[in-house]
């Protein structure tokens, strides 16, 4: 079979949707005509992941000039908490956002640690805000 054909004609008649829906026979479908009851293999999980990844970074670099002067470890940890909770989410941590911004890393990471995120999410909370406070990956 030519899957380039196949993909081509496939596209034109099932028509794209970015966002789930039911279809005529009331499976819940999304992409070009995919019935989420049979849900996703792990590799378009994983590139859905990335895709997210990738849309977090650019919200949280869009919403705070400073991010640049980061290390990398400590833009992760904005990043893993706006993947995580939303931008909105990240945003109200207003005192951790101010103290990153001063590079008081310490603060930052007691005010992470002092949420109800951090009751929530567990070992990634701890994780999290020692990357910030040491600026070293875990």
């Known amino acids: 079979m030519d899957n380039v054909k196949a993909t081509a004609y ?3 008649y099932e028509g794209f949707s970015r966002l789930p829906y039911k279809c005529p026979t009331g499976h819940l479908t999304i992409g070009y005509g995919h019935n989420l009851e049979h849900g996703i293999s792990a590799s378009a999980a994983l590139f859905i992941l990335q895709e997210d ?3 977090a970074e650019r919200a949280v670099k869009d919403s705070f000039p400073w ?3 980061l290390d990398d470890a400590r833009q ?3 990043v893993d908490m706006a993947f995580n909770m939303g931008l909105a989410g990240l945003k ?3 005192k951790m956002l101010s103290a990153v911004e001063q590079g008081d890393y310490q603060t ?3 005010e992470m640690l002092a949420s109800k995120w951090a009751a929530q999410v ?3 909370a ?3 805000a020692r990357m910030m406070e040491t600026g070293k990956w875990i």
């Open 126 to 128: 701890v994780e999290n």
């Open 10 to 12: 496939i596209r034109r």
């Open 53 to 55: 990844l990738a849309h």
């Open 92 to 94: 109200s941590f207003k």
């Open 122 to 124: 567990g070992r990634r």
């Open 67 to 69: 991010w640049w002067k």
């Open 76 to 78: 992760f940890v904005l």
């Open 108 to 110: 930052a990471a007691k």
